[in-house]
């Protein structure tokens, strides 16, 4: 029998897929406007919101619907969160962390500096979704290569 993926690691797959995709909606909606008009002008603010609960939706949604096919197919593995799964989330959340914060001190500064909207929004946003990128490498590098 081959690799048997874990519950923590589907959903791990899942939001990450999912997050990239919302990422790649929104820079779809939201650059091209960036040639046509002034920063102040450019629709981001829904754009942003609706890639995001989409992105969350979808990883749920996906999330279940593996989550049925993988318990259909195998319906005695283990479907649970364990110890390391648990050391793997944790080392997963510190690696990823890093980002959030420079996202977030990025828009500091551009706050200070009297920066748009537009760029203090879409730099939070994109420390929150490296953190989450990033975070969901490290975890399934651990995944397949373990945490030593």
Not at 45 to 67: N, R
Request: proline share 3%; net charge negative; charged share 15%.
């Amino acid at each position: 029998m081959g690799y048997v993926m874990g519950y923590a690691e589907r959903n791990v797959w899942t939001g990450l897929v999912a997050s990239v995709a919302g990422v790649a909606v929104y820079a779809a909606i939201v650059l091209p406007q960036l040639g046509d008009r002034p920063v102040a002008e450019i629709d981001w603010q829904w754009p942003m919101i609706f890639c995001v609960a989409g992105a969350l939706v979808a990883a749920i949604v996906a999330s279940i619907v593996w989550g049925i096919a993988a318990g259909m197919r195998d319906p005695e593995t283990e479907h649970r969160a364990d110890v390391r799964d648990r050391d793997i989330e944790r080392m997963g959340d510190r690696v990823g962390q890093a980002f959030s914060v420079i996202g977030g001190l990025v828009a500091l500064a551009l706050a200070m500096v009297g920066g748009e909207a537009f760029w203090i929004g879409n730099a939070i946003f994109a420390g929150f979704f490296l953190t989450a990128t990033i975070g969901s490498v490290a975890r399934l590098v651990a995944y397949r290569r373990g945490l030593a």
